[in-house]
Every structure is written in C-alpha cells, then in structure tokens.
C-alpha cells in the first residue's frame, strides 16, 4: 500500500469524525492509530462527553460492522461471547454456536470496569486472542478488530476496576477532558438544533481488506536504531528499582511501584509509526515517540501509596521520565 | 587549546635564558618537558576531527527541520527495509537537503576555551616580558657583553684598534663568567675604558673615534648596570636582616622618646621599660639580632614582656638596675657601642634633629637606694604589673644628666637600643 494512500485515508476518517465530535482532536487521532496498530483503547472520562458518540461515528466512517455491549454486574461472558443454543432443524436437534457481541470489527465496551472480573477477562481474553472459545470450540473473531472500552473515573461504587494485568492489554488509555468553551458552543450549535451532522463510510465495500493493508503498512514504517534505543531507555527508565533501574532520580522512582511491560515499549513504537504514517513520513522520530509516550505508558505504570497520598498522577510521572531520560 | 600556553611558556623560557637566569640545558630540558606535556595532553584530548555519521545527520536535521529524516537514513540498513519506502525517505530527504545552507547553518567557530587560551598565554607572555624589561634593568644584557663583543668585532676590522677590539673580547668573555667577581669585572673595565680613552686621544680618523666612544659608552653602560645589579642585590640583602640599619624606628617606644627630647624641664632621664617599646622596636628584624646580642651581655636584664622571667634570680651587681643590689654599682657593658657612628646620628626619630639628643649616646646613671620614678613614687612597668602582682624593678634614674664628662670612669657605659625611647 502506498503511504500516500494511507495519508489520505487516515486524513478523510479524521475529517468525517470531527464532523461529528467536537474538539478532542488528538484524542480522534489516537483512536484511529490504535485501531491501525491493532490495538484496543481504554476511554476514560465522565459520562456525557461522547465517548459512545465517538465510537459509533468511528465505525460508521470505517463502515465496518459495530456492536456495543453494555457492562453491568449482572453481564455473564456468555452474553459477550455467546453461546450454544439448542436448535432443531429437518427434525433434529442440535447445539449451535450463537455468536455474541464480541463478533464485530468494532466493539463498545460501555463501562467495562462495571461488569465483573470473570466477564471482564472474557472480554480481554478475546482483545489478545482475537478468538473466543465455547465449550472447547474456538472462534476466531473477524479481522479487523477493535475494542473500546469506556470507564468512568469518579464513580466507583459497584464497580470492579480492572486489574493491571488485564489493563495492560489495551494499546492506549486515553482521558476524554471536557470540551472547552468554544467548543462547548459548537457542540450546543449542532445538537440543539434542526441540523444533524451525518458522518458518510470513508472505506470502500471490503473496507475490512484496505485497512489491513493499512495495519501492514503500518508496521514497515520505519525506525532509526538510535530511536529505538531511546524507546527502550525511556521504558527501561520506568523501572522503580534493582538493576533495572534505569537513569531515573530518586525523586521519580520514589512513586513508582511497577514499571511498563514490554508491551508498553511495543505499543510506543507502534503508535510512533502510526503517528508517522499519519503525518505522511515512512520513518519514526522523536517527536513520535514522545507523542505516544503517555497514551501507551499510563495505565503501565503503577503508582503506590505515596504517589496516591501527595496526588502524583502517571502523566506527571512520565513527563518528568521524558525530561530526564536524554535523546542521544 | 594546547599551543598558546606551550609557545608561551617556550617563550618565556627563552626570556630566561637570555636573561642568564637559565642555564642552556636546563632551558633545553624545561621546553622538551613543555613539548612532552602539550604532546600528552593533545593526545589525552584528542577527538576524531570528523563527527560520526549518525551525530552529522542528528545536527543537519536540527537545522533543517527535517523531523529525523537523515539520521534514519543513515542508521538504518536499506536492505531490510521495503524499497519503496526508502526511496520515499530519500524523496523527502532531498528536499529538505536544499533547505541547508552549509556556511549559515554549520558555520566554522573556534571554541571559547581557545580564545581563552590564546589570550590568557598572550596576556602571560607580555607581562612576563614587560617584567623582565622594566621591573629588573639589571638584567637586561642586550646592551653588556653582547653589545661588547659586536663592537669588538667591528674594531678588529680596523688594524689599528685591533688590539684594542680583541682586550675588549676577552672582556666581555669574562664579565659572562659568574665566577670573577663584580669588583674584579669593574676593575677590568676601568681598565679599557682608559685604553680606550688614550686610543680615542690619539686617533685621527673620525670613524675610528666614533667605534672607540661607542666601546666607552658600552663600557660605562655595562658599569651601571653591574653597579644596579649590585645595589639591588645589596638592598635585598639588608631587606632580609642586616644588622647594620640607619632607618627611623617607629611604635610606642618612641613616642616616650619623643616626649623625652621635649622635656619636661626636669631634666631626668627615667629608664623604664614599657611594652610599647618592645612593640615598637620588633618591626625591625636586625635590631632583635642586636637585641639578642645584648641580652646576652646584659644576662638577668628584666624583661616585661616575658611572664616567665623572673626578676629576682637576676645577678646582684652585673645588671644594669635590674635589681636593689645592682642600684648605683651599674657597670659599663663589655660590648663596645656600635662603630657605624654616633648614637645619636642613628637612632633619632624623623623630625628630631641631631641637636636634641647629640651626646646621648652615653649616660651617666645613678640609682638610688630606693626606686623612685614619679610623684607616686613608682616606675610605669611597676604601676602596670601590680595587678598582676608581679613587682618589676626597673631601672630608674632620678639624677640630672651631668654635662658630658670624657673618659669617664665605669659609670660610662653605652645605652642600649632598648633603652633609646624610655628616656625622658
């Protein structure tokens, strides 16, 4: 595929979307890199900024197929992943796999962190396997794929946060901020009025096929070595302690408690090479990686209790990595 | 960064030498060592003079904005990467090639620290050489033997001067030998000089006369500058704790002095010793050498200043009033008064002229029975250390100075410097 084709479809989902959504600029951007990279984003914020909104245009402009699954207490995995089904057909009966919600290019897991921990880890198993398994058959789920989930930070009563294991599956955790006046304004403007925005499918027919294409581009871009050395030294330095500690100050490490995975290292890299592909460059730099950083790394990094005590956030944290870990 | 502080110290050890203050191989030896040291420390610094490719294209896409475009098209192997996609990074790469303008954006710039250097070992040679020339004449020698040996050279083109030309060689040979005295080096050149002299009367050629009043000059030139050399060396000499010290004492011993060639109409001379007067006087090194040699003779002399003397173990009859016993027997002191000239001439203070104390050098004292002072009956140094009850008895004189007797009998005996600025 040709990068320049890449550019303009990248640019036409961006435009389509912003039709819709108002603002949240890079927050669109970063979804859309998520999703060519392969990966599943986490949306955190308060209810009402258009999360779902975001969403649902996002798969209308791909024109790809678009469930949403609605977390509570009482969701079973089977109500996401399916189920077998007895059903008779010509006189005879028989199990037959009903697909549940999970089988759709791009799920909305509205208020994930309310559903319990074992649907949740049905949810997550099918995000890294892209299969599901049923009474020991497996399922594999359609290509592309993509999983936005939404959490709301305020309301934690009844609800179960997800473990920071199962957060570490998603490519990026990105926080929807409230819009700001202006925008505030326009959104007023569009939605109390006669008018209605309508998003039109970017993507051809086997839209499926293109952004594959686009997912394999994606992963030529490429990257200097001394770029990739910086990634791992910027990872590295999340470390907290032991011999791989990194180059980080005290004053740093003193509130970490553990430090990003591999996974974090690779999903920086890739969303630098989305980010790239996106400002139509076939090759990384710096400012990629430091664009990327904080979407990839803050649901890696795991705080303790001094940082909760003195309100130390992540974003704080990694800001203060990326000042101290040099380029060269 | 090396060069300057190397040339300079080179030059510098060229001053040095010609200022015969180096000999030639130690001269050697300092600017191979200066040679060895900015060789090793060029070696220990030493950076590649070309940066490596990755560094280069780091810096060219900071100026050209190119967002990393040469440094991955110099870190990254092509052949692993898709050919299409290198040749669009080369695409983009040339583009922004042209935005670089070598001369604006890598203009060639010494360092600070070399400019620094420069001027700190320029600033360092100039001073050193403004010091040699003006702070110490006497060793300028460009105008002594060489100047000499030029003129020599130029006489013994003449036949008539040659004999003259080769004495005046071997004269300039031997006031660069360090081991003929200054004196004999004089003696020496006198001796041209009057060849010179007789030759210049009896030579008619004009150019002639013009060579030998050049030599004379050269001559009486050299004379100075040994006579300067001289001087200095003396001064130093006398700086670091000559006896022998004409220069005018100052501290609180001569104030008493001062107020003693005032008068205060009485006409007593009171000796006392005061700590003021020891202050006063320990300015001057070579006089604590003359002190010292007094102490000696005077063994049992109190002495204020140090707690620990004890005035009572002191020799009844061999003090000067150190004690009751020694009241009115004082003896003249074995050493003979200082020989450099009258007393009087040496020791009075600026302003004071001879008249005031002239014929001071010599006093008669007599001790009474009972040491009597002042009104209250007590010498300063008792009055001060009665607190302390330590009960000095100083040596105080309540008689009139007689006139100057001649040849007086023991009761003649020199004052001490010590004694110069109690006298009142």
Known sequence: MDPELFQQTFRHLEVEVQKVIVGHDDLIRKVLIAFFAGGHVLLEGVPGLGKTLLVKSLSQTLGLSFKRIQFTPDLMPSDIVGTEVLTETSGRREFQFKRGPIFAHVVLADEINRATPKTQSAVLEAMEEKQVTVFG???????????????NPIELEGTYPLPEAQLDRFFFKLLVASPAPAELKEILKRTTGTASAEVSTVLPED???????????????MIAPPIEDYVVRLVHATQPDGTNGGPLKS?????????????????????????????????????????????????????????????????QVIGEIIKQVPRN | ???????????????????????????VLVVVFIVVLGALAVLLRRRPPIASVRSAARLVDL???????????????????????????????EWFRNRVDLKRDFPYRLKRSAYWSFGGSLAAAILIHLLLVLGLPGRDTGAGPERLRELARQMALKPEL??????????????????????????????IEKKIAEQQKNQEQKDNRDLLAQA??????????????????????????????????????????????????????????SQGMDAGKSKQPGQDQNRSGDAKNNRGQPEPNQPGTDPKKEKPGKTQGGSKEGAGQQQASAEPPPQVGPPAERFYKAGEGKEGLKGAGYVTVQLPEEVVADASGESRATKESKNNRIRTQVPVSNVPLPTHVPNAPTEKQPVPIEYRSIIR
């Open chain 1, 137 to 151: 058959d497996s399922h594999l789920l359609e290509s592309p794929f993509i999983v936005l989930a939404t959490q």
């Open chain 1, 207 to 221: 839209g499926g096929k293109r952004v594959n294409d686009m997912q394999r581009l994606l992963r030529q871009v």
């Open chain 1, 251 to 315: 004053s740093v490490k003193q509130y970490i408690r553990f430090g990003s995975s591999p996974r974090g290292a690779q999903a920086v890299i890739l969303g630098a090479k989305g980010n790239a592909l996106a400002e139509n460059r076939v090759h990384v730099s710096y400012e990629d990686v430091e664009g990327t950083i904080l979407p990839a790394l803050r649901h890696r990094i795991i705080l303790n209790f001094q940082a909760e005590a003195e309100n130390i956030t992540t974003d």
């Open chain 2, 1 to 27: 960064m090396f060069v300057p502080p190397a040339a300079a110290m080179i030059y510098v050890i060229a001053l040095f030498f010609r200022a015969t203050w180096l000999s030639q191989n130690v001269a």
């Open chain 2, 63 to 93: 100026r050209s904005g190119a967002q990393d475009h040469f440094l991955t098209l110099a870190t990254i192997d092509p052949a692993t990467q898709p050919v299409s996609l290198i040749a669009r990074l080369r695409r983009q790469a």
């Open chain 2, 162 to 191: 040659r004999e003259l030309a080769n004495e005046l060689d071997a004269l300039a040979a031997r006031l660069d030998d360090p081991q003929i005295s200054a004196e004999e080096k004089h003696v020496l050149a006198q001796q």
């Open chain 2, 216 to 273: 004379a000059s050269a001559l009486s030139q050299q004379e100075q500058q040994q006579a300067s050399s001289g001087q200095q060396q003396g001064e130093r000499q006398k700086g670091a704790g000559s006896i022998q010290t004409n220069a005018p004492q100052e501290g609180q011993g001569e104030n008493k002095q001062t107020q003693a060639s005032g008068g205060d109409g009485q006409g007593d001379l009171n000796a006392q010793l």
